[in-house]
């Protein structure tokens, strides 16, 4: 499992399904639009403050961003 690929999937999975542009959602959790868009892009690592940000302002439990949904088609 690729971690920061399996974060970054599911964070724009979870973003988009509440219907938020990169930049109305960095500004939801205090973040740059371009750190975002790094984290999707699986650009960048991401310090856990971070990840707890990003959880809070999806409204979800921070476990959710680590769940592989591609690891029952292996």
Known sequence: MDIVKV????????RTQKGLSQEKFAEKCG?????ISDIECFRRSIALENIQ??????EIETYQLFIDS?????
């Open 31 to 35: 973040l740059h639009r371009t750190y």
């Open 53 to 58: 940000r990003i959880a809070d302002a999806l």
């Open 7 to 14: 974060f970054g999937t599911n964070l724009k999975k979870y």
């Open 70 to 74: 591609n690891e029952s088609e292996d």
